[in-house]
């Protein structure tokens, strides 16, 4: 009996395929961020539809010693292995509990933002988004912690996993693995393991269910806006308020990304002429160069106030309020943009981008008075490589409670334009080491980075060894290094 | 016409890989495209055809009757374009369904093709073009008055299309509007262009173009005024036709008081919107308000409708999912009985007919034959 045959009488023969046009299709499944990378076709794709499915698709695999590679819908970094089973997740898509007395939701792993956010409308809850498109996954985003709103406050979406491990046994790490028990904590008496699978890029179990935080909509909110001409006296500002806990979350735009990122397509192509053709260093005048959107919310009474401190922060350093009437006669479109995804979060964000090319960025996160020093290093660097790069998006914002900043820039090359796309990963592997070695920025993805943590990796190893003794899982994940453990 | 798989690189080179082309608009988020509800995978999605033609063009996978079916096992409608925006920024005049008609054109080049689409491929072969007039005899005799437009009577497939027509002809007699319908070559060419059937295509045009230019012309197969409105253009550049659907022409009527609605007994109807009317030519409300100027009627909407409507399989020539245009009617037709309602309308003699497969046909109305009744 062959592997095929095998899993197809375990799990049914509809979950497993291994047509030629399946195989090419998901040759490159690998997210979109670099259509270079490498074509590597799996010799089955499996669509489980249960958590027995995939236990006994791990349990198979590990026998045959096949790799597996588990994926949402598209991973964001995860490498498919050639010859491999590619996992795909996306038919487990069920919202299994709202929880709006302790603030979970439970999903299966195939849920995505735009599912999740209208199964809470009505609900009085609402869940953290990204600048992602709304059919990325929810678990996609949880578990490569990726920046979202309330990571002000919160630095993972993650309360509670189930998790399959490569032999087959199921557990959950948070209070749900008393029996019984919901799953409103992480933290219980034991060893926080949800870390150990969120940027664990799949190598160390298939996470098959998930409690992910959500949070209250308050009777009243609010985006409050200012705009600064420096980005440390954004970073200043940001600190204040967020350490006087007046946001929920704040975010920094730079003009490019402020100016662009909200448009739907059609308003993209009038915008971005503008943009285009312009130095990121030096915005038009009037246009501030950083943004700053500060959701508050509460009661009718705190908000009031709050608008008054962020008023009176922002002018005592050196920034502008900007009232939304002033917005809208000034910036319509990123007023229309921001109440969206502060509203109802609608398809098109920063999607849109790549309507103009494709994004390579870097991203780092540093401690509030080095992350002025990246962000002037990060700005030069990207101006440097022209305006075929524009729009040089940048984003910026605290987490838990401002004690770390994260900085996100990227260009929007020419799809076409292999040798400037090449130079500029090449560049910006540099930009990574140098930005660790003089700010003490930490990357937010480990390519790159293995011999420069010391013996955590031996560790990580060690834990790998012990719970995929086979190498099965997630080998080409980037993890560890060229598929290595 | 002479667009190649090369010329569908860079669009398909953009693609996020995220499976949105496969749902319909937020909240709801309805899956909408027909291979996906039947097989969640990415292969069964727009950008999965867009991968495919990828690794053709990369030698990854030769052009085979399998993918030949596959690229005929698309419906064709529309929601793919309608719900990503990324594709048609960077090819507006492709998209998606356009690169899938690419895919086909080359499958047909290379003598690929599924069993009914060989059938249309010879006919196309020995007599020129894929043409059913309506009537031929009269269209004989027909002429424009200048005040009324032709009805566009060319491709009549369906049995659905023949019932509409004859409702059509019987509503501009009540009117007393002399019925002026075209006759020229009997196809518009909307069925070759959808079926990569791309070779007779520009001569078959460029002779309507000259029977169809500056005249108002009333389309009832929304395919046919898709087609004609959007692509002839492309093959004679000064091309112009006032196209009118007849739905817009039947709503003026009934607005206008040139057709009165009878008393007629309390029905409950339920619309189904075609994916080419719909989609295609942004047509959702005129339909809904002919139904409101009846008398009697109350419209139970389905659950998948308007920009979210679900298409009837009529077009899913290839069987690479096997019986999926079946099985997509099947589904529609489901849909339809949720809602309770005495009767389907719509508004595509195509839709008509492949419902019909699985559902009391006496229960499925053309809206032109609905107005006929009520009118």
New interface residues.
Partial sequence: MTLKEELAERIGPGKV?D????L??????C??FD?MAP?R?PSL?V?PETRQDVCETLKIANVYKVPVTVVG??PIMAGTTEGGIIL?Q??RDKILEINTDAGYAVVEPGV?F??L??AL?GTGFKCSVGTM????TVLGQALSRGSQSFSTRYLSLVLDLEVVLPDGTVFTTGSSHFDGVGSHLRYGPFPDMAGLFTCGYGAFGVVTKAAIRIHPVNQVYKVHFAGFDRYADSVEYVKAIVGNNIPEHAVIWNWHMYLTWPL??SD?RSWLPLVLNSDVRRPPEGVPYNLVTSFLSGYEEVVEVYEKVCDRVARSLKGIVLSEEEMARRFPHTLSGFRDQYG?????RE??H??KG?FVGFYAFAAPKDIKEVERFAVDEFSGFGSAINPVNYYSHPFDFGRSFLLRIGGFPD??ETELRGKMLERIEQMQEKALREFGAVPIRPLGMWGKVGPFMDVLRRIKGALDPNNILGRDSGLFDRGSR | MNLTLKDLEDAARVCLRDGRCAYGPWPEGHILCPLYLREPSFTFTGGGYLFLVLALLEGKIDLTEEVADFAYSCSGCLSCDENCHIIASVKPEIGIVGAIRVLRSEAVRKGLMPQPIRMIYEEVRSKGDFGRPWRAVFQKQAAGNGETPFVFAECVHSEGTVRALEAFERLLGKMGVPASFLGTKGCCGASLYEYGLWNRLPELIEENCKALADKEVCFLNPHCQYFVERVYARVVPDFHVRATNVVQFLLAALSEGRLIPRRKGKVRVSYHDPCYLGRGLGMYEEPRQILSLLDGVELIEVGRNRESSFCCGSRIMGNYLSRLSEETAEERVREFKETGADLLVTACGDCVDSLGRFFDRERIRHIVEFVDERT
Avoid: Q
């Fill in positions: 395929r047509d030629e046009i399946t090419v299709t998901y040759g490159r499944i997210h979109g259509h074509f076709r794709v669509f819908t598209a795909d996306r038919r995505t735009d599912k956010m209208a409308k498109p709304g059919s990325a739907s397509p993209l109802m979060y609608p398809r098109h999607a849109v790549w309507c494709r799809p076409r």
